[in-house]
Every structure is written in structure tokens, then in C-alpha cells.
């Protein structure tokens, strides 16, 4: 609900929200039903993924007593990526999308980034 009002409270054209989904799935939130109610206010998607992490992992976020982990995003992550996407662009979103991957080891990060933006275009296209 905050941030659903602060752009109109701030009152100013170039002022916009980030859309997360990971840390909105990760607090229980509706990251799907996000998207409409934050649309247009959304100037940014953020692209990370977690899983929830197997026995023996070692988690990369541990929010509310639960340990994720972060896969590629074709490996199965909590947020449904088509989804989030096909509403997007049904919505006609232009706007940017950013891809961390800084928890992966240094000598990945590029490939790691390189892939998942590959695999977000194809999406795009195809939804």
C-alpha cells in the first residue's frame, strides 16, 4: 500500500517504483497482482531469482525463517517469469529491466547476466 501511494505523494513525473518480485514472493506478497495495481508507476523491473533452498545448500537469503537459494532463471525460481512478463507487456510496460546476479561468484556474473538477459528477450517475444 506505501508504495503504491508514494509516487503520488511525491508528485513528480520522472519519480517511479522498482518492480521486485523476488522480495515481493519471498513476503508472501501477490507479485503478480502487483503489477496491476503498481502499473504505470513501474519504471523499473528487477530481475533475480531465488528457489527455496534444498537440505545442505547454502542459502543466499534467509527471510522469515526460510533459506533460498538463487538459481538461473530457468531453474525453476519461486516468481513465474512468463506471467510477470505477458502482464507487463500487456499493460504496454517499456520501461527498463535490470538484472543482478551479484551473488554468483565473480568469474560467473558476466554469464550469468549475459543468459538470464537472453532468456528474458525471448520471453518478451514470446508472450
Same mark, same amino acid.
Given at each position: 500500500a506505501g508504495a503504491e501511494a508514494l509516487p503520488?505523494?511525491?508528485?513528480?513525473?520522472?519519480f517511479g517504483l522498482l518492480y521486485?518480485?523476488?522480495?515481493l514472493a519471498i513476503a508472501g506478497e501477490d507479485y503478480l497482482g @502487483?503489477?496491476?495495481?503498481?502499473?504505470?508507476?513501474i519504471c523499473n #523491473?528487477? !530481475?533475480?531469482?531465488?528457489?527455496?533452498?534444498?537440505?545442505?545448500?547454502t542459502p543466499a537469503i534467509s527471510?522469515?525463517?526460510k533459506d533460498y537459494v538463487q538459481p538461473r532463471i530457468n531453474e525453476n525460481p519461486i516468481q513465474d517469469w512468463p506471467a510477470?512478463? @505477458?502482464k507487463?507487456?500487456?499493460?504496454?510496460?517499456?520501461?527498463? #529491466?535490470? !538484472?543482478?546476479?551479484?551473488?554468483?561468484?565473480?568469474?560467473?556474473r558476466k554469464e550469468v547476466a549475459?543468459?538470464?538477459?537472453?532468456?528474458?528477450?525471448?520471453?518478451?517475444?514470446?508472450?
Open positions: 503520488k505523494k511525491v508528485g513528480h513525473s520522472n521486485d518480485p523476488m522480495h @502487483a503489477i496491476e495495481t503498481l502499473y504505470p508507476q #523491473v528487477l !530481475v533475480q531469482c531465488v528457489r527455496p533452498a534444498d537440505e545442505g545448500e527471510h522469515a525463517g510477470a512478463l @505477458a507487463l507487456k500487456q499493460l504496454g510496460y517499456d520501461g527498463w #529491466v535490470t !538484472v543482478i546476479e551479484n551473488s554468483w561468484p565473480q568469474s560467473q549475459f543468459r538470464t538477459a537472453e532468456y528474458i528477450r525471448r520471453l518478451w517475444e514470446q508472450v
